[in-house]
């Protein structure tokens, strides 16, 4: 499947929900790209920009099929998902590295050993853990 990055020029609906095998609804779309591409694509939202934001530059995977092309969003972080969007790698390293350093505040907190300060050293820990993340 190549993988392709292209803005997404119009989105509608392709049809009535169905039930994946896990009994999620699904819902399919008709996608089109800035590139051409035209291709079929379905999410677990109704709303479809959250995972195809019209004006929005999105990496994806496209499948040829006999039935046309079958589209695949790629996320820079697969924990991403749509639900959060997809803002590039400084973005995703942003969120990431701030939800690390809470989770650590957390762990300390919980352990006895951080009485206060806790947003402060949250930030400080963020912006450490975002820079790394950055420049590796």
Same mark, same amino acid.
């Given at each position: 499947m190549p993988l392709r990055t292209n803005k997404v020029k119009q989105v509608q609906s392709a049809g009535n929900p169905w039930k994946s095998k896990y009994? #999620?609804?699904?819902?399919? =779309?008709? /996608?089109?790209? *800035?590139?051409?591409?035209?291709?079929?694509?379905?999410? +677990?939202?109704? #709303?479809?920009?959250?995972? =195809?934001? /019209?004006?929005? *530059?999105?990496?994806?995977?496209?499948?040829?099929?006999? +039935?046309?092309?079958?589209?695949?969003?790629?996320?820079?972080?697969p924990a991403q998902g749509p639900k959060s969007g997809s803002s590039g790698s400084k973005g995703s390293?942003?969120?990431?590295?701030?939800?690390?350093?809470?989770d650590l505040g957390v762990a300390y907190v919980a352990a006895g050993k951080l009485d206060g300060g806790l947003p402060e050293n949250i930030k400080k820990t963020a912006s450490g853990?975002?820079?790394?993340?950055?420049?590796n």
């Open positions: 009994g #999620d609804d699904m819902y399919p =779309w008709e /996608v089109e790209m *800035e590139g051409g591409d035209v291709g079929t694509a379905n999410t +677990k939202d109704a #709303d479809p920009s959250k995972a =195809w934001p /019209v004006g929005g *530059e999105v990496t994806y995977n496209v499948e040829e099929t006999d +039935k046309g092309n079958k589209f695949q969003r790629v996320y820079d972080n390293n942003a969120s990431f590295a701030l939800s690390y350093a809470k853990f975002k820079k790394w993340l950055d420049e």
